[in-house]
């Protein structure tokens, strides 16, 4: 019998109270949608302390009782490290269950995976899930894009043909050198846009030949899973519009996401500042709701830097309603005329298409995800120069776009339309079978 092992590091942790991001969610509906019917089976490997589906055996590796959300960088690499041992450890010391022969191998992280270069020459396939290309965010978070990812990687094939690669600091090596074996190594490599698949055959196309590369690379957008399909409860949402003085003439503004100096939050605010500075906001009740959490590592800090930004704001009011599980979004969803993705960088955009199928027009920063999802009657798309250059030309769309309100309203019905015509549950079938594909 077929068996597919998935191995997360954020798989196995109760994603309604847990800031994990876009990549731990997709793993978490991955893992429900995989329903084996007899024909293979389904073994998940997480360090979360709960089984995410009851039809699949799961093992709990690398656990951290205190949990991942409050690891600063050096310790979220040393947890790296022993997650990719203890994974690497359980399936090949289970070899005689686990044949490479009948065992499709699905790694939902690059940075937190398995070692593939082991389990590759043990005989396993192995498809990737690419939630986060690791340089091109390491490049734009902490080089401030100062190069071209190609250029990066291809400074590290060079270190790496001279040897010199070995001594540069774990945390590099999680960043490059696993990005790399995650290619070489993957049968399958699956992205959500086709952005981040050009971007990809562009910094690793001589590692194995750019036509192989082009055959490996599948492009899935995830789309809205079940969960995110049902009707919000208008009584709480009644009662939010009353809590936050929310009237027919209010402006009401939402973001959504964890809050994290790659999603752009502050530009936003800058935006908004800017527009109460020139008078461009005159006569306007306007309401932005900056729905999630601070991220793991550099999160904490930065949430400190956009409530500051908030707070020197006076005339739009600012909510900051924390966390929401599936219903709080629905509801908080409902309350909103225009949804705002300012993200520096963005892999996908989940929330980009939870707002879409809400019936919400966006306005969104040029990121790979909603290059593939928004069309443009849902919505409208501001390319950053460069962040500096960002808030004006952000105050300047959103300002257009809350001037007609009806036309939100069109723009809304469009957006809700694309996205129904992007169930996660197609994905997650094209998914399963491209692994056990693999196997035959």
Not at 347 to 369: F, I, K, R, T
Request: charged share 25%; net charge neutral.
């Amino acid at each position: 019998m077929r068996k597919l092992v998935f191995i997360g590091s954020h798989l196995g942790y109760p994603m309604d109270r847990t800031p994990l991001g876009g990549g731990a969610m997709v793993g978490l509906q991955l893992a429900r949608h995989w329903v084996p019917d007899g024909t293979w089976e389904l073994v998940v490997l997480g360090s979360g302390p709960e089984a995410p589906s009851a039809a699949a055996e799961y093992a709990r590796l690398a656990p951290r009782p205190e949990g991942l959300v409050e690891l600063g960088e050096l310790a979220y690499a040393r947890f790296c490290r022993e997650f990719e041992r203890e994974t690497t450890e359980w399936v090949l010391s289970r070899r005689d269950r686990l044949r490479p022969s009948d065992t499709a191998i699905v790694v939902n992280d690059i940075s937190e995976g398995p070692d593939l270069e082991a389990l590759s020459a043990a005989g396993y396939r192995i498809l990737s899930l690419w939630h986060v290309d690791v340089v091109d965010y390491f490049n734009k978070l902490y080089l401030r894009r100062l190069v071209a990812p190609e250029r990066l990687t291809r400074l590290h094939e060079r270190l790496r043909a001279a040897g010199v690669e070995r001594v540069l600091p774990d945390v590099l090596s999680l960043v490059f050198e696993k990005q790399r074996e995650t290619v070489a190594r993957s049968r399958r490599i699956v992205v959500p846009s086709s952005a981040m698949a050009d971007t990809i055959l562009r910094c690793y196309g001589g590692v194995v030949g750019e036509e192989e590369l082009r055959r490996r690379i599948a492009v899935i957008p995830w789309g809205v899973w079940a969960e995110d399909a049902g009707p919000a409860d208008s009584n709480r949402a009644e009662e939010l519009r009353d809590y936050h003085e929310i009237g027919p003439e209010t402006v009401v503004l939402m973001t959504l996401s964890r809050i994290s100096p790659e999603k752009g939050i502050h530009l936003l605010l800058e935006a908004l500042r800017l527009l109460e500075a020139d008078g461009r906001l005159a006569g306007r009740d306007v309401r932005l709701f900056i729905c999630g959490e601070p991220a793991f590592m550099m999160g904490q800090a930065y949430h400190k830097k956009v409530k500051a930004a908030a707070a020197r704001l006076k005339q739009v009011k600012v909510v900051f309603p924390g966390y929401l599980d599936a219903e709080g979004k629905r509801v908080h969803l409902s309350l909103a005329d225009l949804f705002v993705s300012p993200s520096v960088h963005e892999s996908y955009g989940l929330n980009v298409v939870e707002a879409m199928h809400a019936g919400l027009p966006v306005l969104a920063s040029d990121h790979y995800g909603v290059r593939d999802t928004l069309p443009p009657e849902a919505g409208r798309l501001v390319h950053y120069p460069s962040p500096k250059k960002a808030p004006p030309l952000l105050a300047a769309a959103l300002l257009e776009m809350i001037s007609d309100r009806e036309r939100l309203k069109t723009m809304g019905a469009a957006a809700r339309e694309a996205a129904e015509a992007m169930p996660f549950s197609a994905a997650a079938e094209a998914v399963r079978l491209a692994a056990l594909g693999m196997i035959g």
